[in-house]
Structures are given as C-alpha cells and as structure tokens.
C-alpha cells in the first residue's frame, strides 16, 4: 500500500508560481511511475505531468508544458511539481498519483494510489 499525502496548494495571482509536493509512505517510490492530475469544479479529472521511476522521463499536458516542472527525489520519498506562470484556468484540486510501472500513463485508471488532493486557485 502507497499512502501519498499532497502539499503546497493555496492562493496565487495570475502569473505566480507554486511548487506542490507529494509525500509517499508504506513504499518507497523508486519503482513507482509517478504522476500529477488535476480536476476543476464540473470537469473530469485530467492528466497534468508524469515521471519514469529513474526521473530520466518526464511528460507533461499540452496545456502546460513550458510552464510545469515535474521531478522526484528518491531519496526522500517526493515528488514536486513546479507551476510557474499560472493561469485562472489552472484553478482546480492537484492529485498525486502512483502506479507499479516504468511506463508514465496518461490515463485515470492507470494509477491505483492516490492522493487526497490540494487546492490550487489562481486569481486574474
């Protein structure tokens, strides 16, 4: 069992920055794909960014990509996500997630554990 607990959310303009950070216990992460989803009020849950166990993959959404940063410390057990330039449409509650895989998914079902979530709202 893989327990992950988010942190880092909160309030931030349009334009600044927040780093979110996913505490893992009960496994260590090293064998894990890890990844980031996000779900707006009356929207699915979708797909943000993903990292290989090792760190040398990272994959990010469209709608991020040059602006979120997604990495992994082993050693501690985390995984962050770097949000700069944020946007009102970035708004929504940040998941992390964990699957058994050394290939990243794209896909909800794809990651068995889960976290709790962390607010995230960007004001314009």
């Known amino acids: 069992q893989v327990l992950l607990v988010e942190s880092g959310g909160g309030l931030v303009q349009a334009g600044g920055s927040l780093r979110l950070s996913c505490a893992a216990s009960g496994r260590t992460l090293s064998t894990y794909t890890m990844a980031w989803f996000r779900q707006a009020p009356g929207k699915e849950r979708e797909f943000v960014s993903a990292?290989?166990?090792?760190?040398?993959?990272?994959y990010h959404a469209d709608s991020v990509k040059g602006r979120f940063t997604i990495s992994r410390d082993n050693a501690k057990n985390t995984v962050a996500l770097q949000m700069n330039s944020l946007k009102p449409e970035d708004t929504a509650v940040y998941y992390c997630a964990a699957r058994y895989f050394a290939i990243a998914s794209e896909r909800v079902d794809g990651y068995p554990y889960w976290g709790q979530g962390t607010q995230v709202t960007v004001s314009s």
């Open positions: 990292i290989t166990p090792g760190g040398g993959s990272t």
